[in-house]
């Protein structure tokens, strides 16, 4: 069982920045694949991003590749969200999520966290 909680998020003008946290808890942080989420209203739940650090893998969506950077501190069970150059169009639940393959589909990932707030204003 793991146990996912994010943080992080709030209002930001477009073009800020924010960084997202996800604390893990529970089975051996390092053996899971940890993706990020997004869900705006209205619309189907969307990848971000996700790593395999056991093979220094990572994956970006298009809409945030070269704004947005996955990262984590094993020491600490935490993951991150870098997102730069934020845009209104990233408006959204933010959703951490702990899988066993690095998929961009959400149905692989087996654990999910409540989810934290991001509104980007124009």
């Known amino acids: 069982q793991v146990t996912l909680v994010e943080s992080g998020g709030g209002l930001v003008q477009a073009g800020g920045s924010l960084r997202l946290s996800c604390a893990a808890s529970?089975?051996?942080?390092?053996?899971?694949?940890m993706g990020w989420f997004r869900q705006a209203p209205g619309k189907e739940r969307q990848f971000v991003a996700a790593?395999?650090?056991?093979?220094?893998?990572?994956n970006y969506a298009d809409s945030v590749k070269g704004r947005f950077t996955i990262s984590r501190d094993s020491s600490k069970n935490m993951v991150y969200l870098q997102m730069n150059s934020l845009k209104p169009d990233d408006t959204a639940v933010y959703h951490c999520?702990?899988?066993?393959?690095?998929?961009?589909?959400?149905?692989?990932?087996?654990?999910w966290g409540q989810g934290t707030q991001v509104t980007v204003s124009s």
């Open positions: 999520a702990a899988g066993f393959k690095l998929e961009v589909v959400d149905s692989a990932y087996r654990y």
């Open positions: 529970g089975r051996t942080f390092s053996s899971y694949t």
């Open positions: 790593a395999r650090w056991s093979g220094g893998i990572t």
